[in-house]
């Protein structure tokens, strides 16, 4: 049986209280570590196929490609301006 070390980093964020509060409620919970549950989220966000556990969003996911090239705030300025002059 093949083992594989797992390297820990240390990670210092700056987040709201309330989300903090809530958030360790619910790794408690779920007999979870905070670290486990960002780690875990981060994971799933920085895959190649990320699923974020949103069956109808995950079915919808990828429908549109967009060129490579394309700027997403160019097109959101560009509507912007067009909306409102």
Avoid: C, W
């Avoid at 790794?27 to 570590?33: L, P």
């Avoid at 670290?35 to 974020?52: A, D, G, M």
């Amino acid at each position: 049986m093949i083992k594989r070390l797992r390297m820990t980093t240390k990670l210092t964020l700056s987040l709201n209280k309330s989300i903090i509060e809530k958030a360790k409620k619910y790794a408690k919970g779920n007999n979870q570590s905070l670290s486990q549950i960002i780690e875990s989220y981060l994971e799933k966000v920085t895959s190649e196929n990320p699923e974020l556990g949103d069956p109808e969003l995950d079915s919808i996911r990828g429908i549109i490609k967009l060129p490579k090239e394309f700027d997403l705030k160019k097109e959101a300025r560009n509507l912007r301006i067009k909306k409102h002059g």
